[in-house]
């Protein structure tokens, strides 16, 4: 928990190194997405609020779940937090599929009066790391326990950005929480 909070990349590195090494041996672990008592957060939602994509993709790459629901006012996951700091480099690698994403990007250039040539090569580094692991999901999926979308939460933290390239992707303007709010 301290050394996402921190950046303590190095740190991590060990830590993560350390916890592999135990696990080939065969030793039982306690989870890599294991909540500080405090909070509720993980290390991986953690590395979200304080906006360090390097820390994020270490624990990604080690099996933190992104999907893991955190306690902090309401249950939200990893997702909820990336769309709430707009950290759109990391988000839109669990939304894309590899052959969208160049075509998003380039239409996101044109909106911008920025021109592509051909399509972009699809290196999935972040902050320095490869990220290796990560799921795709639809851009509507539920992050957190009141029924929010992406899209929503993008638009209560004013992330105009986030805005633009989830309803880019396809993201339903109309989609309703659980509470029936739009």
């Not at 050394?3 to 090494?21: N, S």
């Not at 290796?132 to 999926?141: F, N, R, S, Y």
Request: aromatic content about 4%; glycine content about 8%.
């Amino acid at each position: 928990h301290f050394a996402a909070k921190f950046g303590r990349v190095e740190i991590l590195k060990l830590l993560l190194a350390h916890r592999r090494r135990r696990q080939l041996s065969g030793a039982r672990l306690a989870s890599i997405d294991v909540k500080e008592p405090q909070g509720g957060m993980s290390p991986l939602a953690i590395a979200g609020v304080v906006c360090n994509e390097t820390v994020a993709v270490l624990l990604i790459n080690a099996g933190a779940n992104v999907l893991e629901w955190n306690g902090m006012k309401t249950n939200r996951n990893f997702l909820y937090i990336l769309a709430e700091v707009g950290m759109w480099s990391l988000l839109r690698e669990f939304l894309l599929q590899d052959q969208d994403r160049a075509g998003v990007d380039q239409a996101m250039d044109r909106a911008r009066g920025q021109d592509t040539f051909g399509a972009r090569a699809i290196t999935i580094r972040i902050g320095g790391e490869i990220l290796t692991q990560h799921p795709t999901l639809h851009v509507d999926t539920a992050v957190d326990d009141a029924g929010s979308t992406l899209l929503h939460v993008a638009c209560i933290h004013r992330k105009p950005l986030i805005v633009r390239r989830l309803l880019a992707l396809g993201a339903n303007p109309n989609a309703m929480t659980t509470r029936a709010r739009g």
